[in-house]
């Protein structure tokens, strides 16, 4: 079975289960380091500049295409509803 890569294309190592004396020693490491407000804040918007949104060309393509397949998901239904239909009653006819 092929390991997963990681986004850098390296390897990663498979996660070890916990054994109980391992875990109790990993609980005893050093706590988390608590983000102040304004570091959060700051974190945020750099992540938040990283965003990148769709051009108006994309989004119109993009919605057109949506729209072209629930429309085909549509009909594709419809035919399947009206072909179950004729069939019903086709056989709940014989039962007459």
Do not use: C, H
Not at 7 to 30: D, H
Not at 70 to 76: D, G, N, P, R, T
């Amino acid at each position: 079975m092929a390991k997963a890569k990681s986004p850098s294309g390296r390897r990663t190592q498979p996660v070890q289960p916990a054994i109980a004396g391992n875990a109790v020693a990993a609980e005893m490491a050093a706590p988390k380091k608590r983000t102040s407000i304004p570091q959060f804040i700051s974190q945020v918007r750099a992540e938040g500049r990283k965003i990148v949104w769709p051009s108006r060309k994309e989004t119109w393509i993009t919605s057109v295409m949506v729209l072209i397949m629930v429309v085909i998901a549509a009909i594709f239904f419809f035919v399947v509803d009206a072909g179950l239909s004729v069939a019903s009653r086709y056989i709940l006819a014989i039962g007459q």
